[in-house]
């Protein structure tokens, strides 16, 4: 399966409020507001001190066009060991100092009253979320509370190999990996480091666990990676990948440039185009004379 996204789902928000609403989903920072306790955490919808006095808990999910949202991103660090160009500048950024970030139990407690209140999918997202060495506790406690149903994560997979075997005992059961390219000089490249084999390793091992599907993200810039649509396109003819094209955005220090912005309608050309070949045309007859599976 292949989705066309219009929005940068797998950029980093590092500067973000400890608690921000964007596009549909709440998202939880790891940095404290202000660097004070829980009792300085807010939410973008202005809630009351005491927001359980004046309404009832899902009201607090819900926006002012009436829309319940039952999804939270929990950016777990600002640390990322890839550079890529399109989120951030070669020098890295300015990181939080370590008393200012959530501890694990603070972030369990936080996800806790979310899900309480009706959220019911919370995806761990960075920098890069792997590099919390206390990671695999945090999905186990995430995973532990009672009302959420899926536990999602999206990484850059440098790591993800030999980690993914047990996260995914303690409740990791969605999985997005980063990756812009199948080429590994492009990929050194993109994100001015080396290891992709290494996120090659992780998708094949993501597979073997039992994922299903394994998503992919892959952000589209013109005479960048723009010629690999179609080849994406080929991961997800046999085995259980779904390759999400992204736009590439605007976004602080990635010096974004109108011209290697590929928009949606252009990348969906593409793939139709791929679908109009005789050996396309061949393979969708193969399929459509197996057995199907109902129920």
Not at 175 to 200: M, Y
Request: aromatic share 8%; with cysteine.
């Amino acid at each position: 399966m292949v989705l066309l996204s219009k929005s940068v789902s797998a950029l980093r928000r590092f500067r973000s409020r400890a608690v921000s609403y964007e596009g549909g989903s709440y998202s939880l920072s790891s940095c404290k507001a202000g660097g004070g306790s829980l009792d300085h955490y807010t939410t973008c919808a202005k809630l009351s001190e005491d927001p359980l006095k004046e309404s009832s808990p899902s009201d607090m999910l819900v926006d002012s066009f009436g829309r319940l949202h039952t999804y939270l991103r929990i950016s777990l660090t600002e640390r990322c060991n890839l550079r890529c160009q399109y989120c951030m500048p070669a020098e890295g950024v300015e990181l939080t100092p370590s008393s200012h970030l959530l501890s694990q139990n603070e972030i369990v407690s936080l996800a806790n009253l979310f899900v309480t209140s009706g959220v019911n999918k919370i995806r761990l997202t960075g920098g890069e979320p792997t590099i919390r060495k206390d990671i695999e506790d945090i999905c186990l406690q995430l995973s532990s509370l009672k009302g959420l149903k899926t536990l999602a994560m999206t990484t850059n997979g440098i790591t993800l190999a030999r980690k993914l075997p047990k996260l995914k005992e303690f409740g990791l059961n969605s999985i997005n990996i980063s990756l812009d390219t199948l080429v590994p000089a492009k990929f050194e490249f993109l994100t001015r480091r080396k290891g992709h084999g290494k996120v090659l390793e992780s998708i094949n091992a993501a597979v073997d666990l039992g994922y299903n599907p394994v998503k992919v993200n892959c952000v589209v810039m013109r005479g960048v990676n723009d010629d690999e649509i179609c080849d994406f396109v080929e991961l997800t003819r046999s085995r259980p990948i779904n390759v999400r094209f992204i736009e590439f955005m605007p976004f602080d220090g990635n010096v974004w440039n109108v011209k290697k912005l590929v928009p949606y309608y252009e990348m969906l050309d593409k793939v139709v185009r791929l679908r109009n070949t005789k050996a396309f045309r061949e393979y969708r007859i193969t399929l459509q004379k197996q057995p199907r599976i109902i129920g």
